[in-house]
Structures are given as structure tokens and as C-alpha cells.
DNA sequence: GCGAGGCTTCGGCCGCGACCGAAGCGGGCG
DNA sequence: CGCCCGCTTCGGTCGCGGCCGAAGCCTCGC
């Protein structure tokens, strides 16, 4: 039965300390190089590039060049669905190994509810609203695939945005410079399609919290979507966002 | 950060070949020995014993004396899904592995879809319409948690038991003779409440039978539920029991 | 009450794999 | 062009954990 072999294989990458800790610290959907996650990882380089080889070969992570960097991230996400679930099954013996917080167990989980619903990746929105956006985006020909993992921003799209007050001049401003893209595509661990990075998207973030439509919770890059947020993605992009479970 | 260990100490659990051959012997609800699970699992008694503590250990497993045997099942519903959503990630591997069958193992999901929907439990209903069925049975009055691990039949029950054509009287006979449980309260692990097990509980199967409500698929323990059936399910105990996913 | 079957504990062996330091590659940047 | 930084490959060490056989415990059945 290959099954079987399959099954532990993949369960074993996961049951390692060393590469759990990466696996958890790529859940957050950026992308990081080997330094980074050997250091959160807590064991040397080249032992951490032993575990991102294998865990590469297994197809759970991906990686990409940038520079003389190369960065990892989850393959998808039913490699985060995977790792949700086996923390459902360690959550309760986390509680009954110390002391028992089912309150604060639940707490972190409705923050994640909160992270996959709208974040910061880096300086650009991420989770279903960064999904959303950029979904609607395509969806209405402001926004195309480009070369590479590039978007194009349409003439509709130059339009559009600066209908709703992005400030695009800004955005162009830094991508000629050639510190930054303008617009590139991120793909996002807890959605199936990319959102936008680059200049452009940090310019969407700017604007949706200049409007107050989100607002940066304290500490960390959860976005809490606001009532008028909500209302201005369905009058303004034509999106529908759920509401956070209670 | 607790939460890390607690993530690869679980996962590690299902990384084990052995360990691994045990829990998916045991996702089809049934529960079974330690001499069972060694052979499946292909190591000796000892070691299969020592695999099954750390397991019983952990929360994955639960066990419950019968007579002079162990019998081993999973913990939960929780357990279960992490062990799709492992192999969920373990597929596409297994597939480029070895010449890639992803018609088969749609099929082996499809199938896997239809024994959660419903299947016997050696000879009582289980999977979703196993429950459904409890579920209305207490809900309605007619069945109470009885002591220990039993269920008992309310007079009402009786009534409806007769009403609807169980053969409640042959049960009572098995039962009498000490042979079998009149009603045993059986956990699934597809769903969270228990079933009916014993002589009431295969009363129960024979009857949906007999009216041709559901029908067994050859070679296996999932059984069909014909539209008769899910009509009747409304009819009779007032439950919706959802369609197969196409 | 005694034997048998099922499960667990104990002790000891062995192999896999995680780990690190040192050295090798390769792409930026000054 | 050459240094530097980030990543990978190589070789060797070591400890954890899986594995089994033998022996012990408990429950059942004759």
C-alpha cells in the first residue's frame, strides 16, 4: 500500500521540531530565506537547507529566486490546510500538558480567523480582502497578468484607480526609480489566487487606511475591516467579504 | 513557543510507517485490537503495543476494553481530517511518484466520500446517516444515554420502534439470551455523536434494508442510500442528511 | 483452578537521520 | 575584477527511537 508510505513520509517532514518551526513561521504567507529560517528554526544553515531540500522535493514548500536570495514559501494551501488540522489535534494536548487555556487557545484561533481575513504582507493587503481586491481587479480589466509574475495595469485600471484615489503617480514614481515593482504578483497561502505587491499594492493599502476602511490592529498585521470598509468594497470593487465567525 | 513542539510531536506521531498503517486502518471507524493493528501495520505485538500507548498518549487514539481485548479507534473527528488533509498533501506526491493516477484517487475519495455519507459498523448503520438517525432518536425522546456506554429505549421509543416496523422483539431476544447489547452507544469517527450499536442498532440496519432505503455496494461496508431512502429519512425521522459531492 | 490468549513491560540492539564545521559555488555590489 | 554574502554539498559524529524476544499480568473459558 503506497498510501501508507505517502502518508508518513509527509507526516515525518512535519514532525521534526526544527522543520515545524518553519513550516509555522512560513504560515503567515511571506516568503523568507534560508538565513531567516534557519535562525527561527534555531539550528545552522547548513542543516536548515537539509530540511528546505527535502521539504521542496516533497512539494511542500516552493522556492524563488530573488537576487542572490532564495526565498520559501508554502506550496499551497492545502499545505496550510495540512498544518491547521494537525494543530487542531495538538491544540488539546498543548492545553492538557500545561495548565489548560482553552480561552487563550481560542483566542489565537479567532485571531487567525482574523489574519486570513485581512492582513499585511509586508505593506501591501493580503488574506480574502487582498484576495478580493485584486479578484475584482482582473475580474473587471483594471488588472492582467504581465510577464513573469508581473501585473499590467490596464489604461481601464490607470483610470480606475485614479477614480478611487490611489496615488498612482507615487507608485510610478518609485517603480522607475527601480527600487521597487510596481505591480507584482504574491501569492497568498490562505486564498488560491495571488493578491498585488509591489508599489501599487502598498499604494491600495495606503489608501484603504487613509480612508479608514481598515485599520492596523496594534502590534501585528492583522487589518481590521470596518463596517465602511466593508460597505466600500461592495460599492466601490463590487466584492462581498465574510464576516468574521463569532 | 509551545506550539511548535506540539505540532511536530503530532505529526511525528503519523510519521512513523508503522504508526501511519495504524491510523489508516483505522479510519473506517472501526475499532480494533493490538494484534489487529500489528499485523496491519507489519511489526510485532510489543512494538505495536508501544506505538499504540504513544498514540493513546497523545489524544489520537482512544481504547476501550472488551472482554480480555483492547480496542483501539480514533479519537475524533479532528483526527480523521488531519489525516486527509495529510494525505491531501501526500497525493500529488504519491502521483508523480509512480505514474501518476489522479482518476484513481479521485475515485478512492469519491468512494471515501460515500462511506462517510453512510456504511455499516459490522452490522449497524454508521456514517453521516448512522447519526442522523441517533440524533433524532434522542431528540424526539425516544432514546436516552443509559448507563455505562448503553442506550435506553424510552417507551415512547418503543411505540415508535413498532410504528415504524423495527423488529424490536428480536432484539429483545438477543439481548435476553446475554448474547449481544441490547443498544450500545458506538462512537464514529466521521461524525461527533454516536451511533446505535448493537441488537437495536442492527434492527435498525435491517430495516432500512429491507425497505430498500439503502442497499449495500458490493465488496464493502458502504451502502447506498437510494432516494427512497433519503425520502423516507425526512418522512419518518424528520433529518436532511446532505448529497454526495459530485 | 489451570491453561490459553491478548496485551503490556523490560532490556538490549541497531540503524536512520539530525546536526555541525569546513569547504565549494554563484550571483551582487563596490 | 575581486570581495562578500547567501546558499548548498560533503564528511563525520551522535543520540533518539523503532524493533524484537522474553517474561509478566489480567481476563476469559474449560
Same mark, same amino acid.
Given at each position: 500500500?503506497?498510501?501508507?508510505?505517502?502518508?508518513?513520509?509527509?507526516?515525518?517532514?512535519?514532525?521534526? %521540531?526544527?522543520?515545524?518551526?518553519?513550516?509555522?513561521?512560513?504560515?503567515?504567507?511571506?516568503?523568507?530565506?534560508?538565513?531567516?529560517?534557519?535562525?527561527?528554526?534555531?539550528?545552522?544553515?547548513?542543516?536548515?537547507?537539509?530540511?528546505?531540500?527535502?521539504?521542496?522535493?516533497?512539494?511542500?514548500? /516552493?522556492? +524563488?529566486?530573488?537576487?542572490?536570495?532564495?526565498? =520559501?514559501?508554502?506550496?499551497? %494551501?492545502?499545505?496550510?490546510?495540512?498544518? +491547521?488540522?494537525?494543530?487542531?489535534?495538538?491544540?488539546?494536548?498543548?492545553?492538557?500538558?500545561?495548565?489548560?487555556?482553552?480561552a487563550s487557545a481560542?483566542?489565537?484561533?479567532?485571531?487567525? #480567523?482574523?489574519?486570513?481575513?485581512?492582513?499585511?504582507?509586508?505593506?501591501?493587503?493580503?488574506?480574502?480582502?487582498?484576495?478580493?481586491?485584486?479578484? *475584482?481587479?482582473?475580474?473587471?480589466?483594471?488588472? @492582467?497578468?504581465? +510577464?513573469?509574475?508581473?501585473?499590467t495595469l490596464t489604461?481601464k485600471g490607470d !483610470?480606475?484607480?485614479?477614480?478611487?484615489?490611489?496615488?498612482?503617480?507615487? $507608485?510610478? *514614481?518609485?517603480?522607475?526609480?527601480?527600487?521597487?515593482?510596481?505591480?507584482?504578483?504574491?501569492?497568498?497561502?490562505? @486564498?488560491?489566487?495571488?493578491? /498585488?505587491?509591489?508599489?501599487?499594492?502598498? $499604494? =491600495?493599502?495606503?489608501?484603504? !487606511?487613509?480612508?479608514?476602511? /481598515? #485599520?492596523? $490592529?496594534?502590534?501585528?498585521?492583522?487589518?481590521?475591516?470596518?463596517?465602511?470598509?466593508?460597505?466600500?468594497?461592495?460599492? /466601490?470593487?463590487?466584492? +462581498?467579504?465574510? #464576516?468574521?465567525?463569532?
Amino acid at each position: 500500500m503506497v498510501t501508507t508510505n505517502a502518508l508518513s513520509e509527509v507526516a515525518a517532514l512535519a514532525g521534526d %521540531p526544527a522543520r515545524a518551526g518553519m513550516l509555522l513561521a512560513l504560515m503567515d504567507g511571506r516568503a523568507r530565506g534560508a538565513t531567516d529560517l534557519a535562525s527561527i528554526a534555531g539550528v545552522s544553515g547548513p542543516t536548515a537547507s537539509g530540511h528546505l531540500a527535502k521539504m521542496i522535493d516533497a512539494g511542500l514548500l /516552493v522556492a +524563488e529566486r530573488q537576487g542572490r536570495r532564495r526565498l =520559501f514559501s508554502l506550496a499551497g %494551501p492545502e499545505v496550510s490546510r495540512m498544518i +491547521e488540522a494537525i494543530m487542531a489535534v495538538a491544540a488539546p494536548l498543548a492545553d492538557t500538558r500545561e495548565g489548560a487555556k482553552p480561552a487563550s487557545a481560542r483566542a489565537a484561533w479567532r485571531r487567525d #480567523a482574523r489574519l486570513r481575513l485581512c492582513r499585511t504582507c509586508y505593506d501591501h493587503l493580503a488574506g480574502q480582502v487582498g484576495s478580493a481586491v485584486a479578484d *475584482a481587479l482582473r475580474r473587471d480589466g483594471h488588472l @492582467e497578468p504581465g +510577464e513573469g509574475k508581473d501585473w499590467t495595469l490596464t489604461g481601464k485600471g490607470d !483610470l480606475f484607480c485614479r477614480r478611487i484615489g490611489v496615488d498612482l503617480d507615487a $507608485a510610478r *514614481a518609485l517603480a522607475d526609480t527601480g527600487r521597487r515593482k510596481f505591480a507584482r504578483q504574491c501569492l497568498d497561502w490562505s @486564498e488560491r489566487r495571488p493578491h /498585488v505587491a509591489g508599489a501599487l499594492g502598498a $499604494a =491600495f493599502c495606503d489608501l484603504l !487606511l487613509a480612508r479608514d476602511w /481598515v #485599520a492596523r $490592529a496594534r502590534g501585528g498585521r492583522a487589518l481590521e475591516l470596518k463596517p465602511a470598509g466593508r460597505l466600500a468594497l461592495r460599492r /466601490v470593487f463590487d466584492v +462581498e467579504v465574510p #464576516a468574521l465567525p463569532a
